[in-house]
């Protein structure tokens, strides 16, 4: 659920935007999703190297401790036996000590890498939401648009044969033409035909629309379901 919650915010920020999200978005979309994945993976690598860093600097500091409580415990040994019990308490309290200190080091540690694991995967997370947004609503423009054409088209055409009947309208009134009318009825006529052929022009535009929105279309498709590192526009042609 906080995925598609992700994914419908930012489809309503790009909506918000009122820009036309296109083939070229998806693939800025996925450049970002792949520098998001590097991005997360220097953040874990250097989470363990300072994690490990960290555990070695206490495992070195225990140690070093430990030689030297265990130093006293020989110097004892040689120069005064009554202290050496006293000294190997002071060695076992030191060994006990580090090792707690290790213990809870390593805890750190893990807890480190932990976070950084999960500030990576949501950085990931967010541009493959991202990414899915994008792809969403370069589809909703595109089929929109597509939309709007065919209607564009269908309009034209509504009109072409509107500008048709109005020449043979025309053509018929000329006909029975009089004197009196037939140079305003032939001018009628004229302006019926150049309507016709403006009318024709347009849905020749509007087809052209058509095909470069479909082409759009076909070419956001492709750029969907393409892998990284293909061409769409391999596939287009």
Same mark, same amino acid.
């Given at each position: 659920?906080?995925?598609?919650?992700?994914?419908?915010?930012?489809? !309503?920020?790009?909506?918000?935007?009122?820009?036309?999200?296109?083939?070229? #978005?998806?693939?800025? !979309?996925?450049?970002?999703?792949?520098?998001?994945?590097?991005?997360? #993976?220097?953040?874990?690598?250097?989470?363990?190297? *300072?994690?490990?860093? +960290?555990?070695?600097?206490?495992?070195?500091?225990?140690? /070093?401790?430990? @030689?030297?409580?265990?130093?006293?415990?020989?110097?004892?040994?040689? =120069?005064?036996?009554?202290?050496?019990?006293?000294?190997?308490?002071?060695?076992?309290?030191? =060994?006990? &000590?580090?090792?707690?200190?290790?213990?809870?080091? /390593?805890? &750190?540690?893990?807890?480190?890498?932990?976070?950084?694991?999960?500030?990576?995967?949501?950085?990931?997370?967010?541009?493959?939401?991202?990414? @899915?947004?994008?792809?969403?609503?370069?589809?909703?423009? !595109?089929?929109?648009?597509?939309?709007?054409?065919?209607? @564009?088209?269908?309009?034209?055409?509504?009109?072409?044969?509107?500008?048709?009947?109005?020449?043979?309208?025309? *053509?018929?009134?000329? &006909? +029975?033409? =009089?004197?009196?009318?037939?140079?305003?009825?032939?001018?009628?006529?004229?302006?019926?035909?150049? *309507?016709?052929?403006?009318?024709?022009?347009?849905? &020749? *535009?509007?087809?052209?629309?058509?095909?470069?929105?479909?082409?759009?279309?076909?070419?956001?498709?492709?750029?969907?379901?393409?892998? /990284?590192?293909?061409?769409? #526009? /391999?596939?287009?042609?």
């Amino acid at each position: 659920m906080k995925s598609n919650s992700i994914i419908l915010t930012l489809v !309503a920020c790009i909506c918000f935007a009122g820009c036309e999200t296109n083939s070229d #978005d998806i693939l800025k !979309a996925r450049t970002d999703l792949d520098e998001a994945k590097q991005k997360a #993976d220097k953040i874990v690598a250097e989470a363990q190297q *300072e994690a490990e860093a +960290d555990v070695h600097e206490v495992r070195k500091i225990v140690t /070093e401790d430990r @030689e030297a409580e265990a130093t006293d415990v020989r110097d004892a040994a040689k =120069t005064d036996a009554e202290k050496v019990p006293d000294e190997q308490a002071d060695l076992e309290e030191v =060994t006990q &000590k580090g090792e707690e200190k290790i213990e809870d080091a /390593e805890k &750190k540690s893990d807890d480190k890498i932990a976070a950084a694991k999960r500030r990576a995967q949501e950085l990931v997370n967010e541009a493959e939401a991202k990414l @899915e947004a994008t792809k969403k609503k370069a589809l909703e423009d !595109a089929r929109a648009n597509l939309k709007a054409r065919e209607n @564009e088209l269908i309009d034209a055409e509504q009109a072409v044969t509107n500008a048709k009947a109005k020449v043979t309208a025309a *053509e018929l009134r000329l &006909k +029975d033409a =009089t004197d009196d009318n037939r140079s305003e009825l032939q001018t009628a006529l004229e302006s019926a035909q150049a *309507e016709l052929i403006q009318a024709e022009a347009k849905v &020749k *535009e509007a087809q052209l629309k058509l095909d470069e929105q479909e082409a759009k279309v076909k070419k956001i498709n492709q750029t969907i379901n393409s892998k /990284e590192g293909d061409d769409p #526009d /391999e596939g287009a042609k």
